[in-house]
């Protein structure tokens, strides 16, 4: 009796598992597929969801949204001179998109020292961007001091990402 039922549950769990459709991993595999294949799907899916030339997306995937500073520090850093020139590359060729650029605090310090500091980092990018050919009424500034982090934590991992500058799409002009 036990080997009747343990067949007629082999059976079904069988037939059960023969009819699940199988998952498509996206990976290629077998006689056929080759390393291009795959390139060239993953390209065509690539060029498909491209950002729109002059998106708040193409500012944020194609030249970068933020820049970081060391701690305690307003100046910008080289790596942080380079993203901005590239922000500034982009505004000149979308001169209809005004921007906000937020400054940004790790949580160490007080609040008004924070919000001071944020004001800070805020103006040295606006000022960067304004002297590398941004026209002055097409940014705004304004502070977040460390009431707004990227990444909750207390570790310098967390704290070197709160640290930063974000240039923010107003509006997309007309």
């Not at 500034?88 to 001071?116: M, Q, S």
Request: charged residues 25%.
């Amino acid at each position: 009796m036990r080997f009747k039922v343990l067949s007629i549950l082999t059976v079904a769990l069988f037939v059960a598992a023969c009819a699940t459709e199988p998952q498509d991993s996206g990976a290629t595999s077998g006689k056929g597929s080759s390393t291009s294949d795959a390139k060239m799907q993953m390209t065509s899916k690539s060029v498909a969801s491209a950002p729109t030339p002059g998106s708040v997306e193409d500012l944020v995937v194609n030249v970068g949204d933020r820049v970081f500073f060391d701690f305690d520090k307003s100046g910008i850093r080289p790596d942080s001179a380079e993203i901005l020139n590239r922000q500034a590359a982009w505004l000149k060729k979308f001169p209809n998109h005004v921007v906000v650029i937020e400054g940004h605090c790790d949580e160490r310090g007080t609040r008004e020292y924070n919000l001071a500091l944020g004001d800070r980092r805020a103006n040295a990018v606006r000022e960067y961007l304004i002297s590398v050919g941004v026209s002055t009424n097409r940014i705004e500034t304004i502070s977040y001091g460390k009431e707004r982090p990227a990444v909750v934590g207390s570790t310098e991992s967390a704290w070197s990402q709160n640290r930063r500058g974000v240039t923010i799409v107003k509006n997309a002009g007309s």
